[in-house]
């Protein structure tokens, strides 16, 4: 810090401490005002990637077919009942109708109201017919259970294979609102991004914005108060069978309350842990007090100023407040320590000269530490993914907000309290660093061989990473979401949604030709084709390509390949209708037989076997399918691409024909970014903090030595992910750039202090154990906090958080162990300071 600057430091912060406390106290008080409207934001709009075209398209198809959110709950009766007793089935029907009670549920499916077509079977003309279902009179159940298990309409679909797991789907009002607001904003955006708005554009995209976010919070409170209901509702039943909740929204709010569980947590768990370790350490109230102070207000103050300008944070950016509250730590640590040390070699000298030698030596090594701190996570900004994009952003700010604090708060405090007796600290506190330097001294060699040993088995394990990963395994087998998604998913076909879209060809002749003599109207001559029928759907009317006997032969293909696949599910498209018909007749239907039995089908039948798989205004068809998400050799970029390859090379299409959608395909898009993101943004961070190297030291080989034990450290990690088999996913891909940013904190303050130490004799072993004693008990400290700290992590019941807080202990501990072997052997091995 220059001369100047100093003297103003001195005249504003050091000779008015109390007036700037006040300052702070009263600035963190009215950030504080905004915190009863902090929010958390878990919706699937905050998982995605920017400007993802799928996305848009997956809302287009949701409104196009009517498909909205939905709820699913599993029922078992206990072990005592049968699922087909009269008491099991009331039990069903009575859920039932409660659940079609809850406010926009618009439907509810279960076994006990689905049409039965073969119990016993009816012939195609009893389709226009009021279906039968299993509460019909006289209905034989052990024939609607065996329907259940094994016709095409319900196979995989509502009855477990054990015939004692059933599943009732709630299906929710498409809220057309919400499509119609985030679609207009995503238009806008992408048209920003690509070519420009004008003024009245982006005026009209920030109102926009604003909506959709109003509106969005609006329906998550909705949402979650409808699970609440339902959940409330469930607990009725509870002594009568085993029941669990599943579904989009249901995810959202626990994924909600688990992030609010870890906050809770982890602040008060860390904040007891840092109050133990400050006092063992430091053995003085003031030097716990200073610290605690100095990352609440930092915490309050970046949660409320978030608060107020309505920047929610994710299942990502969650994150930030344990990260900004162990790096500021850190920083009070190292001022503190330095402190103590001037106040043990300088006790006559007065409390202000000791703070402002504390300030004058340790500013310059803070502001860099901080700097390239900022840089590593800076460079998540160019990842493309919207959570780990305001990851990046909030770490940026909280990070300069904590260095303003440390310089303000810490300084002003300790010349509040004045000066006291330094109490030393316990000798095995500085032990572990001396045996560190004793180490390294003795055996440098082994230093340098374990280090590319452990380079060398990082990089193997490097090449083993993978970035897909199954959903389940997000949360701990305790808990509901874990508990519901593995029962729908072993005994109910299936959970990840898969969409595939189909046009028709453009070859084909005109639909109005199909089953109909020279072009003309298939119906003109069915005798059934009166108004004995009554009103049908419009669209029902249409002819269609896809209801053609071609066109469901090619269907009948692509399913009979979809259903051989391992990770594929329950599959339903108009092949189900198709086989239903041929088996009713007994043979397989023609294009005139296929026309008149759509004409013929009643409404509830139309809804259930056409309706969700055909769009005859567009004369395009849709199969849906669900992913077996249980099963251990899934891979989702893998199996997308032999979809793809089987449509285009085996059956013929044209790639601009078909079309893959999904929560599936969102899912894998983010996935996949993330293998990319991690390359640029750890290129990002390692160019950035090369350029603050050169800078600071101006030396291209203190910057190269002070980079490698961070590209070791950043390697270990990554190494450990591939050996234990951990995934990249959305928590996971900040590890890198996070562990570059806390090992770029000691090998900055080390390098820093060793060059200060080795100007006073020019000897590079004594300036080692000099340093080693010195700024190396500070980067001890800070670990033990860090380390022990993120473990705290592993209560969650979030597996990403448990995987974030090891690995970011992980991280801490190979940056400590770099900086304190690897870093001083490079620097005496090189000598960088001159002889």
């Not at 009766?77 to 809850?102: C, N, V």
């Not at 015939?163 to 919400?178: C, F, W």
């Not at 897909?468 to 997000?474: A, E, K, L, M």
Request: glycine share 6%; aromatic share 10%; hydrophobic share 45%.
């Amino acid at each position: 810090m220059s001369d100047r600057v100093l003297q103003a430091y001195e005249r504003i912060v050091l000779m008015h401490p109390k007036l700037v406390l006040s300052v702070v106290l009263v600035v963190t008080l009215g950030l504080a005002m905004g915190l009863p409207n902090f929010k958390l934001d878990a919706s699937a709009d905050s998982l995605t990637l920017e400007n993802d075209s799928d996305l848009d398209y997956f809302r287009e198809i949701n409104e196009r077919y009517g498909s909205g959110d939905f709820l699913v709950v599993t029922f078992s009766p206990l072990a005592d009942d049968d699922l087909f007793s009269d008491k099991s089935l009331a039990t069903l029907t009575e859920l039932t109708q409660d659940l079609e009670q809850i406010d926009d549920v618009v439907n509810v499916v279960s076994m006990i109201n689905v049409p039965l077509l073969y119990s016993p079977k009816i012939s195609v003309s009893q389709l226009h017919d009021t279906p039968r279902t299993l509460l019909t009179q006289d209905v034989d159940r052990e024939m609607a259970k065996q329907e259940f298990l094994n016709s095409p309409v319900f196979r995989k679909l509502i009855l477990g294979p054990e015939g004692q797991t059933t599943a009732l789907l709630a299906s929710i009002k498409v809220d057309e609102r919400y499509i119609e607001l985030v679609r207009g904003r995503d238009a806008l955006r992408y048209k920003r991004k690509t070519e420009g708005l004008s003024a009245e554009e982006a005026a009209q995209l920030e109102s926009l914005s604003k909506a959709f976010l109003e509106y969005r919070t609006e329906r998550a409170v909705v949402e979650k108060a409808r699970v609440k209901a339902v959940r409330a509702l469930m607990d009725n039943y509870r002594d009568r069978a085993q029941i669990f909740l599943g579904g989009p929204s249901m995810i959202t709010a626990d994924m909600v309350d688990f992030i609010r569980g870890d906050l809770e947590v982890f602040g008060a768990g860390i904040t007891l842990f840092i109050i133990i370790t400050l006092a063992v350490i430091f053995r003085q109230t003031r030097w716990v007090m200073l610290p605690l102070i100095t990352c609440g207000f930092s915490i309050v103050m970046m949660l409320g100023w978030l608060s107020w300008i309505d920047w929610r944070l994710t299942v990502i950016s969650s994150n930030f407040v344990a990260l900004l509250l162990v790096l500021t730590m850190a920083l009070t640590i190292h001022l503190i320590v330095r402190y103590r040390e001037l106040h043990h070699e300088k006790p006559e000298a007065s409390q202000l000269e000791l703070v402002s030698d504390m300030v004058r030596f340790m500013a310059r090594p803070c502001i860099y530490t901080v700097l390239t701190t900022i840089v590593a996570f800076a460079s998540l900004v160019v990842s493309g993914i919207r959570p780990v994009i305001d990851f990046g952003w909030m770490m940026t700010i909280g990070l300069a907000v904590s260095l303003v604090l440390g310089f303000l708060v810490i300084p002003a405090g300790m010349l509040v309290l004045g000066k006291a007796k330094v109490v030393q600290a316990g000798s095995r506190g500085g032990q572990l660093p001396a045996h560190f330097s004793n180490f390294t001294e003795r055996h440098g060699s082994l230093v340098l061989v374990l280090s590319l040993l452990i380079s060398l088995i990082s990089v193997v394990g490097i090449g083993k990473l993978q970035v897909d990963n199954r959903f389940i395994d997000y949360f701990k087998e305790h808990t509901e979401i874990y508990q519901g998604l593995s029962i729908i998913d072993q005994k109910l076909g299936g959970t990840t949604p898969l969409d595939i879209i189909i046009q028709a060809p453009a070859s084909v002749a005109t639909p109005q030709s199909f089953g109909a003599p020279e072009g003309g109207d298939p119906f003109e001559d069915d005798p059934f084709a009166d108004d004995a029928f009554g009103e049908e759907d419009p669209d029902q009317q249409k002819p269609s390509y896809w209801f053609s006997r071609s066109g469901l032969e090619e269907l009948e293909e692509i399913t009979a390949y979809l259903d051989e696949m391992d990770e594929i599910g329950r599959i339903d498209s108009l092949v189900t209708a198709f086989h239903v018909a041929n088996d009713l007749t007994g043979h397989r239907m023609n294009d005139f037989e296929l026309a008149v039995m759509r004409k013929s089908l009643s409404p509830e039948m139309h809804r259930f076997l056409l309706a969700p798989y055909l769009s005859a205004e567009t004369d395009e068809t849709r199969l849906t399918m669900r992913t077996v998400e249980s099963g251990s050799h899934l891979n989702r970029q893998q199996l997308l691409d032999e979809i793809n390859s089987f449509l285009i090379d085996e059956m013929g299409f044209e790639p601009e024909q078909f079309r893959l959608s999904g929560l599936m395909v969102l899912y894998n898009n983010m996935l996949q970014s993330l293998f990319h993101s991690q390359i640029v943004t750890l290129g990002a961070v390692f160019f950035g903090i090369m350029l603050m190297f050169l800078v600071l030291f101006r030396s291209l080989l203190i910057a190269f030595i002070a980079i490698f034990p961070n590209i070791l450290a950043a390697c270990v990690v990554l190494g450990v992910m591939g050996w234990a088999g951990i995934p990249l996913d959305m928590m996971t891909i900040t590890i890198a750039s996070i562990t570059v940013g806390i090992g770029v904190d000691d090998t900055l303050h080390y390098i820093y202090r060793f060059r200060e130490e080795f100007g006073k004799d020019r000897d590079y072993i004594a300036s080692m154990h000099r340093s080693h004693e010195s700024i190396g008990i500070a980067m001890y400290y800070t670990s033990i906090v860090i380390v022990v700290g993120f473990s705290i992590l592993a209560l969650s019941n979030f597996m990403p958080s448990v995987y974030f807080g090891f690995l970011t202990g992980l991280a801490m501990f190979a940056a400590l162990l770099a900086s304190q072997t690897l870093l001083p052997k490079l620097i005496l091995l090189t000598r960088p300071l001159g002889k």
